[in-house]
Each structure stands twice: as C-alpha cells, then as structure tokens.
Antibody, heavy 116, light 105 residues
Framework: EVQLVESGGGLVQPGRSLKLSCAASGFTFSDYYMAWVRQAPTKGLEWVASISYDGGSTYYRDSVKGRFTISRDNAKSSLYLQMDSLRSEDTATYYC?????????WGQGVMVTVSS | IQMTQSPSLLSASVGDRVTLSCKAGQNINNYLAWYQQKLGEAPKLLIYNANSLQTGIPSRFSGSGSGTDYTLTISSLQPEDVATYFCQQYNSWTTFGAGTKLELK
C-alpha cells in the first residue's frame, strides 16, 4: 500500500524558515517524480514544486522561486521542502504527492501557518 | 492556463446523474484530471487524461470532453460522493480549478 507521511509543519513567523519532510513507502520511490501541492484554508489546490527521479531537475511556481527548495533522498525514500523567507500567503496545508503530471497518490498533509 | 469549474455548488439527490463542468482557457489536449476531496481529507485522483479511470475508483465516475471543455459524470449519486471536486490541467505546467462542492439535496 502506498503511504506518504508528511511532517515538519507548524507556526512560524514571517521571514523565518521551515523544512517539511515526506516519508514514502509501498512503492519504488526512485521510479517517481515527486511534488508538493498546497491548499490555503478554505481555498483550492496550488502546485508548489516538483522534482525528477534522481533530483537532477527541479521545478517551482513563480511565487516560491528563490525561497523554496525541493529535494529528495532516494536511499531514505524521502522528499523534502525547505521553505525560507516565509510569507503570510504561504499559510496552507502542504501535501506530498507522486507526480505523473497528474497527482496519483497524496499524503495526509501538514499545516504550515505563517504569522507573527 | 485558467480553469473554470461550474457550478461552484451543486445539490443533488441519491441516485441522480450528476454532471460537473470544467472549462480551460485554451486547448489542453485532454491533459485533464479530476480529484475528489472529502472534508478533512487529502484529494484523491479519480480520472486522468480526461477519461481514464484511476485504479480502484468506482465505475459510476466517468470523464469526457476535449479541447477546452470537460465533464465529470457520476451516473448514480451515492451518499459517500459528497465532496468537493477539482479539475487540473497539465498541458502547460499545471493549474487547478476552484472546485465544485457537491452536496445532498
């Protein structure tokens, strides 16, 4: 059974940093592109970033370019999102997903609140 | 690419045939997925490539359309189908629609 379990969320002040992690199991992690998708409270879904099988290619939405860094460790079947210079508009639930352009499997999500 | 879903809220009865619409701002060449999100849960992929049913999804769900106009149909609404449904295009980067909230009448 595919499982994606996010961790690392919480309350953080504007301008500070936070690192999200996602532990994957039940599939061959290195065979999949992976992504982070977020959802602001009571809002819709927004793709944040994607990473290729070996981490050699990364892609970001414009609003997070230069502030967020997606990475992976295939030996640990883990995905990460380093979030720097956080803004109030980054407040959302962040989901770890497998990425085939469409998003097949999702974690349960982790909440990030950016507030002073 | 802008994705417009309609209606934003839909009320229907158990057993009804339900149709949800998603319109793209330009041709997306059938690169269209549908997701179901129940309250407090993560989204779940239902349909990809406009009309391919994801493994494990009941056959009462189907997708159709082409070009800019796409439809998700539930052939016979069940109580467990109460949820918000999102469409997603992946022809050019990726964007989601704002969602259709489906409730029981």
């Amino acid at each position: 059974e595919v499982q994606l379990v996010e961790s690392g969320g919480g309350l953080v002040q504007p301008g500070r940093s936070l690192k999200l992690s996602c532990a994957a199991s039940g599939f061959t992690f290195s065979d999949y592109y992976m992504a982070w998708v977020r959802q602001a409270p009571t809002k819709g879904l927004e793709w944040v970033a994607s990473i290729s099988y070996d981490g050699g290619s990364t892609y970001y939405r414009d609003s997070v370019k230069g502030r967020f860094t997606i990475s992976r460790d295939n030996a640990k079947s883990s995905l990460y999102l380093q979030m720097d210079s956080l803004r109030s508009e980054d407040t959302a639930t962040y989901y770890c997903t497998t990425d085939k352009a469409h998003f097949d499997y999702w974690g349960q999500g982790v909440m990030v609140t950016v507030s002073s | 690419i802008q994705m417009t879903q309609s209606p934003s809220l839909l009320s229907a009865s158990v057993g009804d045939r339900v149709t949800l619409s998603c319109k793209a701002g330009q041709n997306i060449n059938n690169y269209l997925a549908w997701y179901q999100q129940k309250l407090g849960e993560a989204p779940k992929l239902l349909i990809y490539n406009a009309n391919s049913l994801q493994t494990g999804i009941p056959s009462r769900f189907s997708g159709s359309g082409s070009g800019t106009d796409y439809t998700l149909t539930i052939s016979s609404l069940q109580p467990e189908d109460v949820a918000t449904y999102f469409c997603q295009q992946y022809n050019s980067w990726t964007t989601f629609g704002a969602g259709t909230k489906l409730e029981l009448k």
